[in-house]
C-alpha cells in the first residue's frame, strides 16, 4: 500500500487566486479541486491510489525524475531522465493580465512538455473522478481535445492538445513522443473551452512568471532586510512568503490552512481533518508575517475579511469560516475512499466550526491591535467591536472549552485559552488608553488580573517547573505554553518561563528540538509527530530569552525537514516523514515569524529586544539603523 502513495514531501503545488493542485514527482497530479480549492476534488488519487483520479505524465519507460520552482515562482518543472533522453514538465495554473481574450483561464491547469535530449515518449492518462470520486465519468472525444463530465455535475473539464487521445473506459490515454528540442502543450480547463495558439500561450507562461517574480520582487522591495538576513535562510523565506501568496484567496483575502483534507496526523489513524477553511486563531500571526514580508496589501485585504468577522455577536463567532466567509461548514465522511495510505475517515467540512473555543476573542482583539500599528490609528468601528469583545470576555473566560488543539471528547479550563482572554482585556485596555476611548477600563482591569492571578496559580505545576495544559492537571505539557513570554504575559526572564522553557525541551521534544504539541494529556497521549509551528514558537522564546544559538540550532534543524521544494506539513516525525495537510499555511507563517526574532537578535539590529516586543506585539516588526518601521 505505501508504494502506491508517494510520500507527502514528494509532491510540489501549484495554483492561482483560489485554486491549487499537488503534483506528485513522478508528474501526476493527484490533488486537485476545481473550480475553487474548497470545491469537490476532480483529482483525488492521494486519497485514493486506485480509484481517486489522477492527470499524469510521464515517460513510458523507467525514469529518474527531480523537481523545481522556476526561480523565484510558483510555476513547477519535473524532469524525467531515461536511458535514452530528458523531458521536462511545466506545471502551472495561470496568472495573467491578459484581458477578455483569456478570461475564463485562471479555472485552467497548463502542462508544457520539452525535450532536452535525446527521445522520449511521453504517457498521457486523465482520470477525472469528479465530486471526490462520487459521480460517475463520462469521456467523449472532440476533435483534439477530449471533454469529462461526472453524473449529474453542471460542469466539465476540457483536455486540449491530444491528438491521438484514445478513451479506456473512464480515463483517456494518449502518447506524446518528442525528439530533442521539440515540445507539447496540455491545457485543461474547467467549464469552459477556448483554444489558444501557440504564442498565446508561451505569452501566457511568461506572464504568469513575469507575476510571481514582480510580486516577491516588491515584498523584497518592501521588506529588503528581512530577505538579506542571511543567504542560507533567504531561498527559504522567499519559497514561504510564494506559498502564502499561492495560498491567498484573491476573492475575499481569506487564507486556508492547507489545500488539502484528510492527509493524516498519523499513518493509518483517523486524525484526518478538511484544512481547505480559515481559521480565526491564524489571523494574528497571519497579519504579522504579511506585513514583514512586504506584503501590505494581502495583510490588509486579509484584515478587512476577519475584521467583518470582529463585528459579528461575540457569542456567533466561530473559530473556523470557508472561504468566501460560510458559516455552514458540515463534517462528513466519504468512506468510499480508503484514504492516504489506509488513514481513514476522508472527511469533507469541519465540525470544530461549532466548538467553544475562548482563545478566538483574543485573537481578534490582537489582530486588530497589530494591524492599527500599520495604518492610521484606531477607527470607532473597530473600537466598538473591541469593547463587544472584552466584555464577553470577562463574562465567560472562566467557562470550559475545546481549546487551541480542538479536542472533540474533552472541556478544560486550557491554560492557554485563559491567557488568550488575558490578551483580550489587555491589548483592549492598552488600545483604549492610547487612543482616548471611552470604556468600562476598571472592569476590563480588575478581570484582567483575575486572569492573571488564576493561570499563576493553578496554571502552573512547582513539581516539574513549567506551565501545564490546563487547570485539572499537574503533569499534562503544552507546547502554548511557550507564547506565554511571546504575548507579555510574563517576561522572558522570568524564572516560571525559563523553566518551561527547559521543560518543554526535556520532555516535549525530540532530541533534535522539534516540538511536540502536547504530552500526558488525558485527551490523547503524546502524538506520532511533532507540530512544525510549535517548534518555531520555542525558536521565537528562546530568542527572547537571549538563547540565541539553541534557537538558531533549532531554526536550522526544522529547516531540514521542509520538503525537497521547500514547502511544510503541519506535522514531522522523527524519522523525517512529513505528515498531515500540506502544504501547511501556518508552518509557513511561523518560519517567516521565527526568521523575523532572530534577525531582530542580530548585533546590528537597533535595539533588541525591539520596542513594539515590549508593547505586547507577538512578533517584532524589522527595524535596523537607517530603516522606516
Request: proline share 5%.
Amino acid at each position: 500500500m505505501e508504494s502506491e502513495y508517494p510520500p507527502i514531501a514528494d509532491y510540489g503545488a501549484i495554483g492561482n487566486d483560489n485554486r491549487c493542485a499537488l503534483v506528485s514527482r513522478e508528474g501526476s497530479i493527484d490533488w486537485c479541486p476545481f473550480p475553487h480549492l474548497e470545491s469537490p476534488s476532480v483529482f483525488s488519487a492521494i486519497l485514493d491510489a486506485d480509484d481517486g483520479g489522477r492527470f499524469a505524465v510521464s515517460p513510458d519507460e523507467p525514469f529518474e525524475a527531480t523537481q523545481t520552482y522556476v526561480n523565484r515562482t510558483n510555476v513547477l518543472e519535473t524532469t524525467f531522465e531515461t536511458d535514452v533522453g530528458t523531458a521536462t514538465v511545466t506545471d502551472f495554473m495561470p496568472v495573467t493580465d491578459g484581458g477578455p481574450r483569456y478570461e475564463g483561464f485562471q479555472r485552467s491547469l497548463f502542462r508544457t512538455l520539452e525535450c532536452e535530449s535525446g527521445s522520449v515518449d511521453l504517457e498521457v492518462v486523465l482520470e477525472p473522478r469528479f465530486d471526490y470520486g462520487r459521480s460517475e465519468t463520462d469521456l467523449t472525444l472532440r476533435d483534439a481535445e477530449v471533454v469529462a463530465s461526472g453524473s449529474g455535475e453542471p460542469l466539465h473539464i476540457h483536455l486540449h492538445g491530444v491528438d491521438d487521445a484514445r478513451i479506456d473506459g473512464d480515463r483517456a490515454k494518449a502518447t506524446v513522443p518528442l525528439e530533442a528540442g521539440e515540445s507539447a502543450w496540455l491545457c485543461l480547463q474547467h467549464g469552459h473551452s477556448n483554444h489558444l495558439s501557440p504564442d498565446e500561450r508561451e505569452e501566457i507562461l511568461a506572464e504568469t512568471i513575469a507575476y510571481w517574480r514582480d510580486w516577491l520582487g516588491r515584498c523584497e522591495e518592501s521588506a529588503g532586510e528581512l530577505f538579506a538576513f542571511d543567504d542560507k535562510y533567504g531561498d527559504v523565506l522567499r519559497r514561504s512568503a510564494l506559498v502564502l501568496k499561492l495560498l491567498i484567496h484573491d476573492g475575499t483575502g481569506s487564507i486556508p490552512a492547507a489545500p488539502t483534507t484528510s492527509l493524516p496526523e498519523e499513518i493509518g489513524g483517523d486524525l484526518n481533518w478538511d484544512y481547505r477553511y480559515n481559521w480565526i486563531r491564524d489571523a494574528k500571526f497571519t497579519v504579522q508575517a504579511l506585513y514583514n514580508v512586504g506584503q501590505r496589501e494581502e495583510a490588509e485585504e486579509y484584515f478587512e475579511w476577519f475584521r467583518q468577522i470582529g463585528h459579528e455577536e461575540p457569542a456567533d463567532i466561530q473559530p473556523i469560516y470557508g472561504l468566501h466567509g460560510e458559516t455552514e461548514l458540515e463534517e462528513t465522511t466519504l468512506d468510499h475512499l480508503p484514504g492516504y495510505r489506509d488513514s481513514q475517515p476522508v472527511r469533507i467540512g469541519n465540525a470544530a466550526a461549532d466548538q467553544e473555543q475562548l482563545d478566538i476573542y483574543g485573537t481578534i482583539v490582537q489582530g486588530i491591535y497589530e494591524t492599527i500599528r500599520y495604518e492610521n490609528g484606531l477607527s470607532d468601528y473597530d473600537w466598538e467591536s473591541i469593547r463587544a469583545l472584552a466584555d464577553y470576555v470577562c463574562a465567560n473566560w472562566d467557562e470550559r472549552d475545546a481549546g487551541i488543539w480542538e479536542f472533540r471528547d474533552v472541556r478544560h479550563h486550557f491554560v492557554h485559552s485563559k491567557l488568550l482572554c488575558w490578551v483580550a482585556l489587555d491589548r483592549a485596555i492598552q488600545v483604549g488608553e492610547e487612543y482616548d476611548r471611552d470604556g468600562p477600563f476598571e472592569r476590563w482591569a480588575d478581570e484582567r488580573e483575575a486572569i492573571r492571578e488564576a493561570i499563576l496559580e493553578r496554571g502552573y505545576e512547582e513539581s516539574i517547573d513549567s506551565f501545564v495544559q490546563h487547570f485539572e492537571t499537574d503533569e499534562a505539557l503544552d507546547a502554548t505554553a511557550l507564547l506565554i513570554p511571546l504575548y507579555d504575559f510574563l517576561p522572558a526572564d522570568d524564572d516560571r518561563v525559563q523553566g518551561t522553557i527547559d521543560t518543554v525541551l526535556e520532555d516535549l521534544s525530540t532530541d533534535d528540538g522539534l516540538v511536540y504539541r502536547f504530552a500526558n494529556s488525558d485527551a490523547r497521549p503524546k502524538e506520532p509527530g511533532a507540530f512544525l509551528l510549535c517548534s518555531f514558537w520555542l525558536v521565537d522564546a528562546l530568542v527572547l530569552s537571549g538563547r540565541l544559538e539553541e534557537a538558531e540550532s533549532i531554526f536550522e534543524t526544522v529547516l531540514e525537514h521542509a520538503s525537497p521544494l521547500g514547502l511544510l506539513s503541519e506535522m514531522v516525525r522523527p524519522d523525517g516523514t512529513l505528515l498531515g495537510n500540506y502544504p501547511q499555511a501556518f508552518s509557513h507563517i511561523g518560519l517567516l515569524n521565527s526568521a523575523l526574532y532572530l534577525a531582530s537578535a542580530r548585533d546590528d539590529v537597533e535595539e533588541f529586544p525591539p520596542e513594539e516586543l515590549a508593547e505586547g506585539a507577538s512578533a517584532p516588526l524589522f527595524r535596523r539603523h537607517g530603516s522606516g518601521s
